[in-house]
């Protein structure tokens, strides 16, 4: 084969993958457990039938922009909606970030801040976290004022250790950072706080959220970002025209009606997860505490090897043993009722078996 060689930083990367195996129970992705209402599959199949399949979609996706800005109190112009959060990272480090430039993360966490910011061909820069995942605030400041960032990712609660950051930290590096910080809150209808309160005009912080945790719609893939109206407009110039189709926009419009549904999913999916947390903090692993929808924990063996019992046993969870600061760690989505008794069960005779 004459392959054409790839970029040569390319080299050393392999694409970002979540293994999707054919189990009976799969609780490693962060999806929500619960379907959305009936009644907004009848409304969205309803919609499907007005759109005008022949013509190109809003390109402003003016009608979903302003049906999310008026749940947040803000401005239509201060969203700006992509397919899924990971384009809308993705947008603000076309803008921001690229060559000669420094993005910084503080590990462990989301593993696409740093793979994208590497594809756009930035320079990443890793600060570390405590022993209990949680921030320093002199690591970050050391890490600010050393490496001069261009984007500075923080992500709350964190994925994959579950803790919302401290909000004292949040703000002293909005306070600090150089460039613009990007607060990545995918779950942050599980966190106790947010970063929202600080976007303003004058600040250069952006929000990204997603429709596919809490708002049962992972297989629309969409999300968006909540910033000051320059950076909407600068992230306007890196995005593809009519990058986001009709359907979804419709989609993630329809579904902001049914806030009080979700808000119920999520009171539900805490319920299970206080559970879950309560039965795994008498079994023989590590378990982290969680604010968002799944749980990180470190079986007293062999991560791999629990991994495996798991999968055999037709549970499938996220194996993070590879990850920086991670050796023998795993995270389980939180799922249904009967997902999660089935993972517990299964989960009990692995480390029975390994005793």
């Given at each position: 084969m004459n392959r054409y060689p790839k970029r040569d930083d390319l080299r050393a990367m392999s694409g970002y993958h979540s293994p999707q195996v054919s189990v009976k129970v799969r609780l490693?992705?962060?999806?929500?457990?619960?379907?959305?209402?009936?009644?907004?599959?009848?409304?969205?199949a309803e919609a499907v039938s007005g759109v005008r399949w022949n013509r190109y979609p809003d390109r402003a996706a003016r009608e979903l922009r302003g049906a999310i800005a008026a749940m947040h109190k803000v401005s239509p112009d201060n969203v700006f909606v992509a397919n899924g959060s990971n384009e809308v990272l993705q947008s603000v480090l076309l803008a921001y970030s690229g060559a000669g430039r420094t993005v910084v993360t503080f590990e462990p966490t989301y593993q696409l801040h740093s793979h994208i910011a590497r594809i756009a061909g930035a320079t990443v820069v890793n600060g570390k976290r405590n022993a209990d995942f949680t921030l320093s605030e002199g690591e970050v400041q050391r890490v600010l004022a050393e490496h001069q960032p261009s984007v500075t990712f923080l992500c709350s609660p964190n994925n994959p250790t579950g803790m919302a950051e401290d909000p004292a930290i949040i703000a002293s590096t909005i306070k600090n950072a150089p460039g613009v910080v990007v607060v990545d809150e995918a779950y942050a209808q599980f966190s106790p706080h947010s970063a929202l309160q600080y976007v303003n005009e004058d600040s250069r912080v952006a929000v990204s959220r997603t429709f596919s945790k809490t708002w049962s719609m992972a297989a629309?893939?969409?999300?968006?970002?909540?910033?000051?109206?320059?950076?909407?407009?600068?992230?306007?110039?890196?995005?593809?025209?009519?990058?986001?189709?009709?359907?979804?926009?419709?989609?993630?419009?329809i579904a902001l009606k049914y806030l009080s549904e979700m808000e119920r999913g999520v009171a539900d999916v805490v319920a299970e997860r206080e559970r879950l947390l309560g039965v795994m903090r008498a079994m023989p692993v590590?378990?982290?505490?969680?604010?968002?929808?799944?749980?990180?924990?470190?079986?007293?063996?062999?991560?791999?090897?629990?991994?495996?019992?798991?999968?055999?046993?037709?549970?499938?969870?996220?194996?993070?043993?590879?990850?920086?600061?991670?050796?023998?760690?795993?995270?389980?989505?939180?799922?249904?009722p009967e997902e999660n008794d089935a993972f517990l069960s299964v989960l009990r005779n692995a480390l029975s078996a390994r005793d």
């Open positions: 490693n992705t962060n999806e929500s457990p619960i379907e959305p209402p009936a009644e907004f599959v009848r409304e969205l629309a893939r969409l999300g968006y970002l909540i910033a000051p109206t320059w950076m909407i407009e600068d992230l306007e110039i890196v995005t593809l025209p009519y990058h986001l189709d009709a359907l979804k926009q419709v989609a993630g419009t590590t378990v982290w505490p969680s604010q968002a929808n799944f749980i990180l924990f470190r079986p007293n063996d062999t991560g791999r090897a629990v991994w495996q019992s798991l999968l055999d046993g037709g549970v499938l969870v996220r194996d993070c043993s590879s990850w920086e600061g991670l050796t023998d760690c795993l995270r389980v989505t939180v799922g249904t």
